[in-house]
């Protein structure tokens, strides 16, 4: 009897531990996003900035490989840039828009809110390329410094290679048509835009990016 007792705990344990095993599967989803870039440069010198407002766009695919854990790419189109006042009275404005390719590969970690509702957390490195530069408005004093205009203005950036560290939280909602995400990321770039040179008119040039996107993901396996 008690060969037989140890036998059935056995294979009870082994049957819980099995089912425990088993009730999580490997998830493979894709799909796009769409969302909202509010960004500025991180000069130094300083330079009085507000946040310009531009938009982005993607594709998105996701592997979650175990209970609360996976990989997430992107690759996507994403407008950034930066916004000055041109003078003391705060009247007159400079902006320029920077076009890039963007490719975060972030960890994703995710912890269920509900059946159908998750919390989730993404942070890891991007890299970015430019691919093209427009001035969106230039209102400069007639007296601006010609060096500055020359150096700084009508200076087209001198890095288009890009790179830096993504992360952001977010909400994700579980359908029968497919998965619906909600999310907010910073962008904080580690890579200059401007040359850095001792001579160079800036030692730090940066993109800094505040991100609000909509995902959508369906599953394919």
Do not use: C
């Not at 993607?58 to 950034?80: C, D, H, M, P, V």
């Amino acid at each position: 009897m008690k060969k037989i007792r140890l036998g059935i705990i056995g294979l009870l344990f082994f049957q819980i531990s099995y089912g425990q095993e088993n009730a999580f599967q490997s998830e493979w989803a894709m799909g796009v996003n769409v969302g909202v870039t509010l960004s500025n440069v991180r000069f130094s010198p300083i330079r009085s900035q507000d946040l310009l407002r531009q938009e982005s766009g993607g594709i998105t695919i996701r592997y979650i490989s175990e209970k609360n854990f996976g990989i997430q790419a992107e690759l996507n189109y994403s407008l950034r840039g930066w916004k000055e006042k041109t003078d003391t009275i705060n009247v007159n404005t400079y902006s320029r828009s920077l076009s890039y390719l963007e490719l975060p590969v972030t960890t994703h970690l995710y912890f269920n809110l509900g059946e159908k509702s998750r919390l989730i957390f993404n942070i890891g490195p991007q890299i970015g390329y430019n691919i093209g530069e427009k001035i969106l408005k230039s209102e400069l004093q007639e007296e601006t410094d010609p060096d500055l205009l020359n150096r700084y203005y009508n200076q087209k950036i001198q890095r288009i290679f890009d790179y830096g560290i993504t992360g952001g939280l977010g909400f994700e909602f579980r359908t029968g048509i497919g998965n619906f995400i909600l999310d907010g990321r910073y962008y904080f770039g580690l890579s200059d835009i401007f040359s850095n040179k001792k001579s160079d008119l800036f030692h730090a040039s940066s993109n800094q990016v505040i991100g609000v996107k909509l995902t959508y993901l369906f599953n394919f396996r």
